[in-house]
């Protein structure tokens, strides 16, 4: 039986775990330990099976712990499991738990919770918009679970006892184990579920085991934590509060950042040139895995129409937006951004053409499918409010009204509201942006797939989902890499998207915040590690 690299079989004993909070010696810290950071939106919700954007899995990383965290540089740390095996052939991995882990109520918390939890996120009466995650890590039925074929108490994972979980495997999956640090694989207390259903995590009812603990919500205002007393590693944590304030303007959160009401903000595009004049040593520009991107609706006209979707995706000035429009972005030609590990993207030739050149080629499509001057392209850009998108969207209309004469309106809706309106399928061309939740092109790939939850725009492409099913049952990550890049030649070919730009995080940070990540490449950042230096 084949063994396992040294990366796939871990023994925690030789990788000098880290815990919290970092601290230089000699330094000085804050008697107030308050973190004030602009979270942008209104999350909508803190339910961690419900979760599916960054706005709530940045606040669900400090309520809530699973198996492992990823430190500042991307690698993966033990968390709520102190260790772990995997068997020689990569299909059955072993956590054992710390000792005596408390949910923030003291009650106890132990491995029966995360096969709850795991098995609630698979469910189809949950209708988690990460449902289809546990199958694309392989586990044992998650994919038939999903689909309603078999049910959730046969998951591939079991407490065997109350600090011991067994995950079984479908084949080995490399990168599994980083995988459980996205929140959707986080434990969830089942009394507490049971008992409160949809209003469990409200602020009198919500009961977590991370190293804060929810103790104000002010909808559309902020979000309040303060340190979880059960925590086990409370000791090491240095923050007292953490404050999430919804902000949904860059140039607001620019403003009260200077004002003194933020530790850490977005930037305004039009500040930057600024900002790097006047505080340089504030500004942070860090890898980031993200792909901002357009998604057609295929299910309505025009967008069922490939030639129009090709039209569209052909005239997009992807280096005016990234360097003009906004800056500090690169210009997108694949879904899967050309950082992540293990991926070499194909080259699109037609997209290094001039602009000029591409536009003739888009307007013959478009003459093809009908359209001229007496019948234009008309259509609707969706975007969540957030002046970002909205100079992006005002961008792409002009371009499109410009080359194609295409009639383009726009159309916003605040956060939450824009989400349910996407899971209806109420749009035509919606903004979309896409964060790695493992370092592995599969996390992007995997939301155009027939029965992805992500997908939706409701792409159906055969070629596409044989192309990704094969990669799974590839081991040598070169060969895997030739298999998704022919599903990015797939994605070029038949456009259900249309990538902008791949976006690094860019944010000001408070010189007197210490612990910020600034190498992990998912831009997960968990206030346990941060501290606030005296000032």
Do not use: C
């Amino acid at each position: 039986m084949k063994k396992m690299s040294p990366l796939w079989l871990v023994s925690l004993i030789s990788v000098a775990p880290l815990y919290a909070a970092q601290i230089p010696a000699g330094t000085s810290l804050s008697p107030q330990q308050i973190f004030r950071y602009n979270n942008h939106a209104e999350p909508a919700t803190l339910d961690p099976q419900k979760i599916e954007e960054n706005t709530a899995a940045q606040i669900a990383l400090d309520l809530f712990e699973g198996l492992v965290w990823l430190d500042g540089n991307g690698k993966v740390q033990p968390a709520q499991a102190e260790s772990w095996k995997v068997s020689a052939d990569g299909k059955q991995i072993d956590f054992t738990l710390r000792k005596n882990l408390r949910w923030s109520d003291g009650s106890a918390l132990t491995a029966d919770d995360f096969v709850f939890a795991w098995q609630r996120a698979v469910d189809p009466a949950t209708a988690s918009p990460f449902a289809n995650y546990f199958a694309a890590g392989h586990v044992v039925n998650a994919a038939q679970i999903v689909n309603g074929k078999m049910k959730p108490k046969t998951l591939g994972v079991q407490a065997l006892d109350s600090r011991t979980l067994r995950v079984q495997l479908e084949q080995p999956t490399p990168w599994f184990i980083s995988m459980l640090a996205w929140p959707t694989t986080f434990p969830v207390p089942h009394a507490v579920v049971t008992q409160w259903g949809e209003r469990w995590t409200q602020p009198e009812h919500i009961v977590s085991n991370g190293a804060f603990v929810l103790a104000k919500r002010i909808v559309n205002e902020k979000i309040v934590a303060k340190q979880n007393p059960q925590y086990w590693n409370r000791s090491e944590t240095v923050l007292k509060q953490v404050e999430y304030l919804v902000v949904d303007s860059a140039v607001s959160g620019y403003n009260r950042y200077r004002a003194g009401d933020l530790d850490l903000t977005w930037v305004p595009a039009d500040q930057i040139k600024n900002i790097q004049q006047t505080m340089p040593d504030e500004l942070h520009t860090i890898p980031r895995l993200n792909t901002e991107y357009y998604n057609f609706n295929i299910t309505r006209p025009p967008f069922n129409d490939v030639r129009v979707r090709r039209a569209l995706y052909l005239t997009v000035d992807r280096q005016l937006i990234a360097h003009k429009v906004l800056g500090l972005r690169e210009p997108a030609s694949t879904l899967t951004p050309p950082q992540v590990a293990d991926f070499k993207p194909p080259v699109f030739d037609e997209l290094n053409e001039p602009l000029a050149q591409r536009a003739v080629l888009a307007q013959g499509l478009l003459h093809q499918a009908g359209y001229d001057e007496r019948h234009p392209l008309k259509f609707e850009l969706f975007y969540n409010k957030y002046d970002l998108h909205e100079k992006t969207a005002i961008a792409l209309s002009s371009q499109w009204k410009k080359l194609l004469g295409a009639q383009v309106t726009l159309r916003n809706m605040e956060w939450k509201t824009y989400l349910d309106a996407r899971r209806a399928g109420d749009f035509m061309l919606s903004r979309q942006s896409w964060d790695a939740t493992y370092n592995e092109p599969s996390t992007f790939l995997n939301t155009l797939r027939s029965e992805s939850v992500e997908n939706v725009g409701h792409w159906q492409d055969a070629e596409y989902d044989r192309l990704l099913k094969q990669a799974e049952n590839v081991s040598d990550p070169v060969m895997r890499n030739v298999l998704y890049a022919q599903a990015e030649v797939r994605i070029n070919q038949q456009a259900p998207i249309i990538p902008i730009y791949y976006q690094p995080l860019i944010k000001l940070l408070k010189p007197y915040v210490g612990g910020f990540p600034t190498h992990n490449p998912q831009d997960y950042v968990y206030s346990k590690e941060l501290y606030i230096i005296a000032h």
